[in-house]
């Protein structure tokens, strides 16, 4: 079994987004109480959560932006985008957030953990550097990608994020940083709009974004067939010495802001699929981040096998699930990122 780290902390149910909103504190709570269970109680090492420093937000946001989300602290209800709003709680949990995955990252490092999973709110992974967007503060993925590089020497992260929604502001704030892969599955046209087959970076970064735009319907078989035939060679080639995960729940067949067909089985067979490519690179360094997920029981059950999987007590084959994949739909999609990125990268010549 591994060693598998959680971050938890009810201070992130302070962040309150507005009535009914999706992104509310009971998609924690049904989380944790499914933690607290008899199956789950006790497998998991509790990572001591911490609020992110100055510098740490540094990393990736202005010190005027950091300045503005602070100054909600305390105070009600404060729309920073027509999306994104706080209340008097949401700074210190923002912090948190960001703080808790960063201390994830140092204890998977260190390898007093060999793996973890931040069960943390507000999600970050639509966060600019100076604005708050689709229910975002601070961008907890890229802040801590940059924290890996610049406190644990970490000279190479791959961010693989598989929300449905694309990750704008992760892909803006790393495009131009050819230390950091940012490789994101997103259903396309959709918010926020970018993420199309042909951003793939910028400047010294150029290749260094893969961006696998999708229509509705993809399930199981199509995701981990995208894992298994782009994201893998390319993670192997690209050899990170950590692989962070944006992990939206948010493509789950229930969710009411999504239209993908992903089952809790599939969640776990992704989980694997990156571990295999974590194992063959970086002794199986793996850190996941919570981004979205709107269906409560669906967020629920999936987030378990997920963190089943981590823990090494169940073991999928993405690549029976791959198996299943509709050949059609996944050929088109090949076809588009071998189109743009095999310029780039020699596994996606052949
Ligand atoms: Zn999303």
Redesign the pocket.
């Given at each position: 079994m591994n060693k598998t780290g959680i971050v938890r902390d009810n201070r992130y149910m302070d962040h309150q987004a507005g009535a009914f909103h999706p992104e509310s504190p009971k998609r924690l709570e049904v989380v944790y109480s499914m933690l607290d269970e008899q199956d789950m109680a006790g497998l998991f090492q509790e990572v001591p959560v911490r609020r992110a420093e100055q510098e740490e937000l540094l990393l990736i946001h202005s010190p005027e932006y950091i300045d503005r989300v602070a100054s909600t602290e305390g105070k009600g209800p404060q729309a920073l985008d027509p999306d994104t709003s706080t209340s008097s709680g949401s700074y210190v949990a923002a912090l948190l957030a960001a703080g808790g995955l960063c201390q994830a990252i140092s204890m998977v490092i260190s390898g007093e953990l060999d793996n973890a999973f931040a069960l943390v709110r507000p999600?970050g992974?639509?966060a600019e550097r100076s604005r708050a967007m689709?229910?975002c503060l601070f961008n907890n993925a890229a802040i801590g990608a940059r924290y890996a590089r610049e406190f644990h020497g970490m000279k190479k992260i791959l961010v693989v994020d598989w929300?449905?929604?694309h990750g704008n502001g992760t892909q803006r704030s790393l495009e131009e940083d050819p230390s950091i892969l940012y490789f994101s599955t997103?259903q396309y046209p959709y918010?926020p709009g970018s993420g199309a087959f042909d951003q793939a970076g910028r400047g010294e970064g150029e290749g260094f974004t893969v961006n696998v735009p999708l229509s509705t319907g993809h399930g199981n078989g199509e995701y981990a067939g995208i894992f298994e035939k782009i994201l893998k060679p390319v993670a192997l080639e690209f050899d990170p010495d950590l692989i962070l995960v944006s992990a939206?729940f948010?493509i789950h067949e229930n969710d009411p802001?999504?239209g993908m067909n992903v089952t809790p089985d599939g969640f776990a067979g992704l989980t694997r699929s990156i571990m295999e490519m974590a194992g063959e690179c970086c002794d199986g360094k793996i850190v996941i981040t919570l981004?979205?997920?709107?269906d409560l029981m669906g967020l629920r059950d999936s987030i378990k096998t997920v963190l089943k999987e981590l823990a090494g007590l169940s073991e999928t084959s993405s690549r029976d699930m791959a198996a299943l994949a509709d050949q059609r739909k996944l050929d088109y999609v090949l076809a588009g990122v071998h189109e743009v990125h095999k310029m780039f990268w020699k596994s996606l010549q052949a």
């Open positions: 999600p992974h639509h689709g229910f929300d449905l929604h997103h918010y939206g948010d802001l999504g981004e979205g997920g709107y």
